[in-house]
């Protein structure tokens, strides 16, 4: 990016606000908030919003604010909250879900365990559970496709049960999400956050550049020097007074940072194993329309739709979640009426089309679904822009493959949402800013603890997430107490039966 500061808004070609995908800020992010706090930002959050789900037939579900309801114990209460929300999936249906919540307390009971789970398919889980067609088709794979950014089929069993119990199930509110109530994260964020560990740390940022190969030193202890180059002017530099790397790149960037860095592939094997796992390309596009389509969601999901092309795919009202902002989303132009962002994951075909092609699936396929009157609106300016390979992919078996926190060179340490984090791994899981932000404290502190950077006495404190339910605990002490010695006997559970 020119400018990953975030001082410098990023504009449309007509100068019209543009931000690469919408993120949300679930309940428990307690770091993200704390930082809120610290920069004294707390009031850029959103009030929680209620999502919705369409699919071809319309509305097939809506999750409210679970926080608002009478709370219970997890997953009662998500239950009992969302009895009347489904429109179209029978109870039995939904009721079939019973088998997955009894594999997750299963999930953590050895690492051995974990990592069965993760050679696992959620898809093939999913049917050994018992799980109904109409479920895994009409609930599950949707909110894999726009959680994890890929069907079932394609994801690790083990991280798809992670992110479900983290953003679902873990409370009656775990789903609860809010968002940026004007602006963009960059600026609300990223600038205040810069704008301090400049002033107070000299942090110096370079913009434009790439660092293209690290070199490091002959007992491959230490890293030795970096290179770097300039995008716009194509020169390169050299800082070869490194003290330690933070490699807070994601699996595209360590692809080709690898390639370039044969000493580092020689010393640090499992960087070179990281490099190796698949991404995801996503597509976000914005429309600004010339009338306000009076949707009641926020937040809304599509599914099953066959213009996603297999596809996830979400839409945010901009208009209604930055009410107060609406002169700001237009630029120097009138408002006029709505502003859409809608995001595509898994877009490899959709990213293949056209941009007048993705604006035309929108207003004719997708958004009339969800209200008559988008058919009727006219698109008055839009804007579509492309990421290949820019999301970490969690297929099956690549758990062992991610990238360690520690790597076996002293100083280079790895952050970012798809980093193992092992003694330091937190609650905070899948593709998540809270992740990602966490990892990179976490990375840091260990430069810190290890003595790598001189900064003792500031090591940043980690908050964890709130300790899991009673029942859940009890659940998985009693699961392992049965199922341990079972093991020992020879028994397996019987989706670790090929
Ligand atoms: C469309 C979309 C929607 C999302 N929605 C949500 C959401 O609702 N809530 C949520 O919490 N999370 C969401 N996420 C996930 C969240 O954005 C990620 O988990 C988070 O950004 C991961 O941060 P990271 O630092 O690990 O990686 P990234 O944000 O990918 O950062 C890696 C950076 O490294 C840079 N880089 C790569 N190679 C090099 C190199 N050689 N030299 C220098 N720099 C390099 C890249 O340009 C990039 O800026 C969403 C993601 C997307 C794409």
């Known amino acids: 990016m020119p400018d990953p500061t975030g001082s410098q808004p990023i504009t449309t070609k007509s100068g019209k606000p543009f931000e690469a995908g919408t993120r949300g800020f679930w309940k428990d992010y307690p770091n993200i ?27 097939e579900a809506t999750a409210p604010v679970f926080g608002d309801a009478p709370q219970w114990p997890s997953p009662l209460g998500q239950m009992l909250a969302t009895v009347t929300n489904f429109t179209r999936l029978p109870i039995e249906d939904r009721l079939s879900i019973a088998g997955l919540l009894y594999a997750m307390l299963d999930l953590y009971r050895s690492d051995r365990i974990f990592q069965q789970y993760d050679d696992l398919d959620a898809q093939s889980l999913f049917v050994k559970l018992g799980i109904s067609d109409r479920l895994i088709n009409e609930f599950l794979r949707p909110t894999l496709l726009v959680g994890l950014f890929k069907p079932p089929e394609e994801l690790s069993a083990a991280v ?81 007074d490194a003290d330690a790397v933070v490699l807070a790149v994601g699996v595209r960037g360590l692809k080709a ?5 044969p ?25 600004w329309l010339d009338r306000a389509v009076p949707i009641a969601y926020p937040a809304n999901v599509f599914s099953r739709f066959d213009a996603l092309k297999g596809s996830g795919g979400t839409f945010f009202m901009l208009d209604q979640l930055q009410k107060d902002a609406q002169q700001a989303l237009w630029g120097d132009e009138q408002p006029q009426g709505s502003v859409i962002a809608s995001d595509f994951y898994n877009a490899s075909a959709i990213a293949a089309m056209s941009d007048q092609e993705i604006i035309d699936r929108l207003t004719h396929d997708l958004l009339p679904i ?9 698109v008055v300016d839009s804007e579509v822009r492309r990421y290949p390979g820019s999301v970490s992919l969690f297929s099956p078996g690549s758990f062992r493959k991610r990238p360690p926190l520690e790597t076996s060179v002293a100083s280079i340490v790895c952050a970012g949402d798809w980093v193992r984090m092992g003694d330091q791994e937190h609650g905070a899981k899948g593709l998540c800013q809270e992740r990602a932000y966490v990892c990179g404290l976490e990375a840091a502190n260990s430069l810190i603890r290890r003595k790598i950077v001189n900064g003792a006495g500031h090591a940043h404190p980690v908050l964890p997430i709130r300790a899991d339910e009673p029942q859940v605990v009890l659940g998985r002490a009693l699961n392992k107490l049965v199922m341990d010695p079972l093991e020992t006997l020879g028994l397996k559970l019987p989706w670790f039966n090929s």
């Open 33 to 59: 908030n704390a930082l809120t706090d610290e920069l004294g930002v707390a009031d850029i959050f959103t009030d929680f919003t209620t999502s919705a789900f369409w699919s071809p037939d319309g509305l």
């Open 160 to 240: 798809t049960m992670e992110l479900l119990y983290y953003y679902a199930l873990a409370h009656q509110d775990s789903f609860d999400v809010r968002w940026i109530r004007s602006k963009s994260i960059a600026e609300h964020l990223f600038a205040p956050l810069s704008r301090r560990l400049i002033s107070r740390h000299r942090l110096q940022v370079l913009g434009g550049t790439l660092a293209t190969r690290i070199i490091v030193s002959p007992d491959s202890r230490r890293v030795s020097s970096v290179e770097l180059q300039h995008v716009a002017t194509n020169t390169m530099q050299v800082i070869d």
């Open 257 to 261: 940072l690898m390639a370039q860095s």
């Open 263 to 287: 000493e580092l592939s020689q010393a640090a094997p499992e960087l070179v194993g990281a490099a190796s796992l698949g991404s995801i390309d996503v597509v976000s596009a914005r429309l």
């Open 370 to 378: 969800a209200h008559p009157e988008f058919s009727h609106a006219r």
